[in-house]
């Protein structure tokens, strides 16, 4: 900004001359001294004197400023020799119940930018909930696409509709719900996006994005947040067992059409391995294969054997072909570490990696893999993944909620030997997200006991996301010529495929 306006430039000197007072984070003018410093910084928020402070995106900051605890309460505290302090909060709302920004905004008078009615003369702040809207569906592959035909705003008071035009050029103010709080000196205001004054946010525009993301929870909070200007209600787990298991397929075949791309999750205990292999298709649509267990101690070779049966298993596709898993990861923690990277090393061909679960909050889902002595060598090295278990939990727990066949949802099969029974759906269920202060942290909920099936489905997604296929190329394999039936040869002794995934 300073570097665009000429009349701010003429205040703040030259970053090239010696001592100008202005480097990144400080800029000196006359009469005074700009500091940015970032909300998880407790020594810069500690160090100056202030009047007045301005907290951007506050809903964004860190809850603690490194030990010293809340960022904005540090921040104001600076400005405890100043009679005529004031500060400033602003922010896109986010989750209901966790947003600094909604507190702040209760403590205020609560003013919204309020429109006159062209009809009955009543002033309102103009909400997604009385825009009414008609639209048509497009289907392009697997992604609908949304047009918005007509679009109005339905007056609460009068019904009647006006147009986005009418309604722009209607006189507008700011009506506060709660005026007490003048008297408290605390002002507060809210807007959205249907009275932003730039054209590229126009009421139609605003509405196919609502409607493009509907299906996806993740993109559907940042509508909710960044446009609609509303907070976002997370309620860890909407479905229940019952539901999903009501909702299980009967696939066409082993691998129905759709998925073209196979990974494996493998939870590692002190008696036995767990799994479940899943299929990968379009806009991260998934196909439940199969959840199963290996009874066995991990540090038992016949153990890693009969989890050589899964992964070199050659699955059928609906198409005809068949496919191999691409990927697989296996849990390191536990009490077998050293035998997990043993049994992934000697698999590392068949890409077969060993992990590591963290938890936390903005711990990334994947990360580049580092490599890890074995029993203290210096020279033999195994693979190590670092998975970010939350971020994991979250986008499956979304993914769970999508509710039609497309981006996202979650396909799972029927029949007894696939896996996918109530217990599944009970530990697939077994966590939520709850609210823990002002963090949100995964906690087990009571009456479920497992949460292995989750832990699984998590290492199996990730292992996906490693791979960065190209699903067009991979979907091109199955369109084609389905393959002479095979059911001459002889199956015993067949060699793994592996020439659908030799480019990776
Ligand atoms: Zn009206």
Redesign the pocket.
């Given at each position: 900004m300073i570097r665009d306006s000429k009349p701010l430039r003429e205040k703040v000197a030259d970053v090239k001359t010696r001592d100008s007072g202005n480097t990144i984070l400080q800029k000196a003018f006359p009469g005074g001294m700009l500091t940015i410093v970032g909300s998880n910084s407790a020594s810069g928020l500690a160090s100056t004197p202030a009047r007045y402070i301005f907290g951007d995106e506050r809903d964004r900051w860190a809850a603690s400023a490194g030990t010293e605890g809340d960022p904005w309460g540090l921040a104001e505290a600076r400005q405890a020799s100043f009679y005529n302090a004031k500060s400033v909060e602003v922010s896109t709302p986010t989750i209901k119940g966790a947003s600094s920004i909604e507190s702040a905004f209760y403590k205020g008078t609560q003013e919204r930018w309020c429109h006159l009615?062209?009809?009955?003369?009543?002033w309102?702040n103009i909400v997604f909930d009385d825009i009414k809207f008609e639209h048509t569906v497009r289907k392009h592959r697997n992604r609908k696409t949304h047009k918005v035909t007509f679009i109005g705003w339905a007056?609460?008071?009068?019904?009647?509709l006006?147009s986005e035009e009418t309604m722009r050029r209607q006189p507008a103010k700011w009506i506060p719900d709660n005026p007490e709080a003048y008297n408290d000196g605390i002002r507060s205001f809210w807007l959205n996006a249907f009275v932003s004054p730039w054209a590229s946010v126009s009421w139609t525009r605003i509405a196919e994005k609502f409607l493009d993301a509907r299906d996806d929870p993740e993109v559907l909070q940042t509508v909710y947040n960044t446009l609609l200007g509303q907070l976002w209600e997370d309620r860890g787990n909407i479905e229940d067992g019952d539901t999903l298991l009501a909702r299980r397929e009967e696939y066409p075949s082993e691998v129905p059409d759709g998925a073209y791309v196979l990974t494996c999750g493998v939870d590692t205990h002190d008696d036995r391995l767990e799994y479940e292999v899943i299929g990968h298709g379009h806009y991260g649509e998934t196909w439940g294969i199969r959840k199963g267990m290996i009874i066995g101690k991990p540090d038992s070779p016949q153990t890693w054997e009969r989890l050589d049966d899964v992964i070199d298993r050659v699955y059928k596709h609906q198409s005809g072909k068949t496919l191999t898993i691409s990927a697989a990861f296996v849990d390191s923690g536990g009490h077998y570490t050293q035998e997990v990277y043993e049994a992934c090393k000697a698999r590392a061909q068949k890409r077969v990696f060993a992990i590591k679960g963290k938890g936390g909050d903005g711990v990334p889902y994947t990360s580049p893999p580092g490599k890890v002595p074995i029993r203290e060598s210096k020279k033999v090295k195994c693979w190590l993944y670092s998975i970010g278990v939350d971020a994991g939990k979250a986008s499956i727990m979304a993914a769970l909620k999508v509710q039609e066949p497309g981006p996202k949802y979650c396909h799972f099969p029927r029949g007894e030997e696939r896996g996918y029974d109530s217990s599944f759906f009970d530990g697939l269920l077994s966590e939520k997200l709850v609210l823990k202060g002002n963090r949100w942290a995964w906690e087990k909920i009571s009456g479920h006991t497992r949460n292995e099936v989750l832990d699984c489905r998590n290492y199996a997604m990730a292992a996906f996301r490693i791979l960065d296929v190209d699903m067009d190329a991979y979907e091109r394999r199955f369109k084609g010529q389905p393959k002479q039936p095979v059911h001459r040869q002889p199956q015993v002794q067949r060699k793994p495929r592996r020439d659908v995934f030799d480019d990776w």
């Open positions: 009615c062209p009809e009955c003369g009543a309102h007056c609460p008071s009068c019904g009647v006006s």
